[in-house]
């Protein structure tokens, strides 16, 4: 049985697919928009910053090495990567703690970022059709990949420019020393949409790269599931892109 507080929360979380429509609604309305997603891994290295001194370095052990790589926070400071993740909690237009954390309080973020009225459900990136994400991409018309996999950017960029006609630009990121530069790259770069995944040091880049720039953007963090956007179910042959595109086109709009 849920607790009040854990009903409250419930009764406080948008769906997946309400979020969806803010999202365009902020495309359309060529507004800034950013959301930030925090679970478990957030929640553990925080937990790590109040232990010690802020000056202390994270450093990797045998058995957390390959973990903390996958985060990109070795070699940042304590004090720095607490200060980046409640930066990115407290800056974002919409925060969104695991729903997971609701029922498990290891789990828990939400108070991270206490004080708000309403959280999208973290798992919208899992819950977003392959039908909705290509619409969405279409209707922004060109899209900016922040990751640091130039891999996945290739498979992207192949894809979605061939088969719904939209460009897709990339910048690279693979380690919390980068951020400063990230951000200053997206401002430069005329995009309304920008998907990234940055790790816990570099969430903050969301709610910076959204106010800054000459036009407004819609920033999404899609932490781990980047790879699921990629569009790997559309052909990559280039005779078969443009049938796939033109039936796109043809195809009834849903409302």
């Not at 990567?81 to 969104?96: G, H, P």
């Not at 970022?113 to 279409?138: C, G, H, I």
């Amino acid at each position: 049985m849920l607790s009040l507080s854990q009903r409250d929360l419930c009764k406080r979380t948008i769906s997946p697919s309400t979020f969806y429509l803010l999202v365009q609604d902020a495309l359309a309305s060529k507004k800034p928009l950013s959301v930030v997603r925090m679970g478990d891994g957030e929640r553990s290295l925080l937990k790590q910053c109040q232990e010690g001194y802020p000056e202390d370095v994270i450093l990797p052990s045998p058995e957390n090495h390959q973990w903390l790589k996958n985060l990109c926070v070795i070699g940042i400071t304590k004090g720095e990567l607490s200060r980046r993740i409640l930066k990115a909690a407290k800056e974002c237009t919409y925060f969104a703690p695991s729903i997971s954390g609701i029922e498990n309080p290891e789990f828990f973020t939400h108070d991270i970022s206490p004080y708000r009225s309403y959280y999208p459900d973290n798992f919208f990136v899992n819950q977003w059709t392959e039908e909705m994400k290509a619409d969405l991409f279409k209707q922004a018309g060109h899209v900016l990949l922040i990751h640091r996999s130039p891999n996945t950017a290739d498979s992207m960029q192949l894809r979605v420019q061939a088969n719904l006609g939209v460009k897709v630009s990339f910048i690279g990121l693979s380690d919390w020393s980068q951020t400063s530069d990230v951000i200053k790259k997206a401002s430069e770069i005329d995009t309304p949409l920008v998907i990234f995944s940055a790790g816990p040091a570099g969430k903050y880049i969301g709610p910076e790269i959204a106010k800054y720039g000459r036009i407004p953007k819609v920033v999404l963090d899609l932490g781990h599931t980047t790879d699921s956007w990629t569009f790997e179910h559309l052909p990559a042959d280039r005779e078969k892109a443009e049938q796939f595109h033109a039936e796109w086109e043809s195809r009834p709009v849903k409302h």
